[in-house]
């Protein structure tokens, strides 16, 4: 089964402070993709992964992704209120032609 | 970067009519469109894959003859729900792959459709 687990689905946590988002897949994937969806907006793409060890930044947020422990991580370093949002996972698994999304995990920054 | 976009953004109609919901590449070809719906505080859900020229191709559980799908230009594809009921009232969320690689998918803004 095609299966995308992200935690926590849910994170408050004050401005400065760094967290990190985990977002666990099933099977083999060709690529992994971050997204942010604001409220009542549509999705903007953050990263992509293509390999294991892959490492992306943009600026307070740093991707990375271990296909064998079929683990990506989306680490939040010194958080500011313009980062609350909604952030996805998604997973293009080997030979599946589409994406398979986590829940997705809303994070609010408070000051 | 790479536009997509969606008409109408929102749309308010009776129960048993029926709704186009347009996704247009504007400035790249894309071979491959997704349709996605996102009830509240959920994630998105694929409806179904897009294929310029061919028949899309339906995720499990997703009506064909309720969600009709042309692709008819490697700029367009549509989505018509027909006969909407109050159920199928969802944001509707199109992305495009562009025909040069699959790296990632260009999201359209969404449609808002609410079904009285």
């Known amino acids: 089964e095609l299966k995308v687990e992200q935690n926590p689905l849910f994170l408050s946590m004050q401005e400065g402070k760094n967290y990190t988002i985990y977002c666990n897949y099933s099977?083999?994937?060709?690529?992994l993709y971050w997204y942010r969806q604001d409220p009542g907006k549509s999705l903007e793409s953050l990263f992509v992964?293509?390999?294991?060890?892959a490492v992306k930044q943009e600026g307070r947020l740093m991707a990375s992704l271990d296909t064998k422990a079929r683990l990506s991580t989306l680490h939040i370093t010194a958080a500011v209120h313009d980062l609350s949002a909604t952030y996805f996972c998604a997973v293009e698994f080997t030979n599946a032609g589409k994406s398979t999304f986590g829940d997705g995990t809303t994070l609010t920054v408070k000051p | 970067g790479a536009v997509v976009s969606q008409h109408p953004s929102w749309v308010i109609c009776k129960s048993g009519t029926s709704v186009k919901i347009e996704c247009r590449s504007l400035d790249f070809q894309a071979t491959t469109m997704f349709w996605y719906r996102q009830f509240p505080k959920q994630s998105l859900m694929l409806m179904a894959t897009?294929?310029?020229?061919?028949?899309?191709?339906?995720e499990q559980g997703v009506e064909k003859d309720k969600f009709l799908i042309n692709h008819a230009s490697l700029t367009l594809s549509t989505l018509t729900v027909t006969s909407a009921h109050p159920e199928d009232s969802s944001f509707y969320i199109c992305s495009a792959l562009a025909a040069s690689g699959w790296e990632t998918q260009y999201f359209g803004p969404g449609t808002r459709l609410l079904v009285l």
């Open positions: 992964l293509l390999s294991n060890g």
């Open positions: 897009s294929n310029e020229g061919s028949k899309a191709t339906y």
């Open positions: 099977t083999t994937s060709d690529r």
